[in-house]
């Protein structure tokens, strides 16, 4: 049996993103927020190059990979109106000459009316768009959603094709595998005098996928750093009183590091969530989240999404007001990009 480090190389994975994407010191933002500030540095993954950049063009290069290898001929995505998931899906199912479906959740635009955001995109690409919201008995988008792709599915096997299915925000045990090797990266990227003075790395925490990527990061490279996915929907707890978002990341920890024949388990303190910052409502928002936007642009020239990355960075920047991390120490904010969200605003 190989070690996990060789059977992550093992694994089939297809050129996507523009790796390494650059890591920056924050000096400006630094200054602003006055000299109790600890060292800021930034991971931009909003710079992967497909379809403006993200962290889906990761777990894509994984996913797309797997898609090629069952001899799929469809790839069946879904997500929110403007998910930046599945305007990159269909992007890259281009590239590689898949035919793509999206299911995304909510209303079609009006005849006659401007597209903005990912949805200007998707019409470049003559996207298939089935659009769906929640029918009787259905209590979840995300029970809509998997409707939707199942009838997709159904039509594209009726004409003898094959799908290969990528649920929300890319986020199975394969995808995952792309921020198990972005970990790997960021950990090439700081200097060795610096590793043990990174404290936290914060991101957004939509679908999980980062997020259990980052942990079973950590553990291959034996890394002590907090991973602190900040959560952008407002998930209440189950009736245990545990989130089932955190168990839902819990489970694509331990399903991402049997794929490595890493044989840790997870547990719930290995899943670290921050919902401070979080909102009302998914999609929606936030005061925080827009002095953020305005913090970053103002001092670095860097652009954040409203939705996503706005809600992280104002939840890193929430942390270090309240003094929770040393001036000696390094926190590391990783951009999962989304700019086009910024223009889907009204």
């Known amino acids: 049996m190989s070690d996990p480090l060789s059977r992550l190389t093992e694994i089939p994975r297809v050129p996507i993103a523009l790796l390494p994407t650059p ?21 931009r993954d ?63 635009p009006e005849p006659g009316v401007g597209k903005s955001g990912n949805l200007l995109l998707h019409d ?11 029918r009787a008995g259905e209590t ?11 009838e997709e599915a159904a039509g594209v096997e009726a004409e003898g094709g094959s799908v290969y299915w990528i649920p929300t ?51 291959l490279a034996d890394w002590d750093v907090r991973c602190v996915g900040v959560e952008v929907d407002p998930i209440p707890p ?7 978002f955190r168990r839902a990341i819990q489970n694509l920890t331990r399903e991402t590091a049997e794929l490595l024949d890493i044989s840790r388990p997870a547990v719930p303190e290995d899943i670290e969530l921050d919902g401070t910052c979080t909102g009302r409502a998914y999609g929606v928002e936030t005061e925080e989240g827009r002095e953020a936007v305005r913090l970053l642009f103002q001092t670095e020239g860097i652009l954040l999404d409203p939705v996503y990355t706005a809600k992280a960075f104002a939840a890193m920047i929430a942390a270090i007001r309240r003094k929770e991390h040393e001036p000696a120490e390094i926190v590391l904010f990783w951009h999962t990009g989304g700019a086009a969200g910024m223009f889907a605003r009204h």
């Open 23 to 43: 890591m920056l010191e924050l000096a400006r933002l630094r200054a602003k927020l006055g000299p109790d500030c600890p060292r800021i540095f930034i991971k």
């Open 46 to 108: 909003d710079l992967t190059g497909l379809a403006l950049g993200g962290n889906k063009s990761r777990k894509l290069e994984y996913l797309l990979a797997d898609a090629i290898k069952a001899s799929a001929s469809a790839v069946i995505t879904c997500g929110a109106a403007q998910s930046n998931h599945a305007l990159q899906t269909a992007a890259a199912c281009r590239v590689f000459g898949f035919d793509v479906r999206c299911v995304l959740y909510g209303n079609a």
């Open 124 to 134: 470049l690409l003559d996207t298939p768009i089935r659009w769906v919201s929640m």
């Open 140 to 150: 979840r988008r995300e029970q809509a959603l998997r409707r939707g792709m199942a």
């Open 169 to 219: 925000g890319g986020s199975t045990a394969v995808g995952a595998l792309g921020y198990v090797r972005a970990l790997m990266e960021i950990r090439a990227q700081i200097p060795e005098a610096d590793r043990d003075r990174l404290s936290a790395i914060y991101f957004a925490s939509g679908s999980g996928g980062t997020h259990a990527g980052l942990v079973v990061g950590k553990w």
């Open 238 to 244: 189950g009736h245990d009183g545990v989130s089932p």
